[in-house]
């Protein structure tokens, strides 16, 4: 999604002198940040930004592809691992006694068929 063209783009003071330097200077250095909510400017093309995500710097390489999102999109802060062993237990006894409502509904089913086919025989 697109930011508004009325909006200036937000990148932290430190970062973007940072940059700045490097370019000057043509050097390629991993650049540490904890700014999230740093936007991405074609100025940062090409260079690594280490951000952080609550527990670590993710590195992240920066690509033409990457302009106007915020640095934390590409730095995930967790990682979703399943449901807890409690969720899974009841979520499988579900299953299991909708299975058993299943087939008892067709053993009834199948009982009527054979009560009416009686009855017909009789006929």
Request: proline residues 2%; positive net charge.
């Given at each position: 999604?697109?930011?508004?063209?009325?909006?200036?783009?937000?990148?932290?003071?430190?970062?973007?002198?940072?940059?700045?330097n490097?370019?000057?200077k043509?050097?390629?250095?991993?650049?540490?940040?904890?700014?999230?909510?740093?936007?991405?400017?074609?100025?940062?093309?090409?260079?690594?930004?280490?951000?952080?995500?609550?527990?670590e710097?993710?590195?992240?390489?920066?690509?033409?592809?990457?302009?106007?999102?915020?640095?934390?999109?590409?730095?995930?802060?967790?990682?979703?691992?399943?449901?807890?062993?409690?969720?899974?237990?009841?979520?499988?006894?579900?299953?299991?006694?909708?299975?058993?409502?299943?087939?008892?509904?067709?053993?009834?089913?199948?009982?009527?068929?054979?009560?009416?086919?009686?009855?017909?025989?009789?006929?």
């Open positions: 999604m697109a930011r508004s063209l009325r909006k200036n783009t937000f990148v932290a003071n430190y970062l973007s002198r940072k940059i700045e490097l370019n000057m043509k050097e390629k250095k991993i650049i540490v940040t904890w700014s999230r909510a740093s936007d991405i400017v074609p100025a940062m093309i090409g260079h690594t930004i280490a951000v952080h995500n609550g527990k710097h993710l590195p992240i390489y920066i690509s033409h592809d990457m302009i106007n999102h915020k640095l934390g999109e590409f730095s995930p802060t967790f990682i979703f691992e399943g449901h807890a062993r409690k969720d899974r237990k009841a979520r499988n006894d579900k299953k299991t006694k909708n299975d058993q409502k299943a087939r008892n509904d067709q053993k009834t089913r199948n009982d009527k068929k054979t009560r009416n086919d009686k009855k017909r025989e009789k006929r």
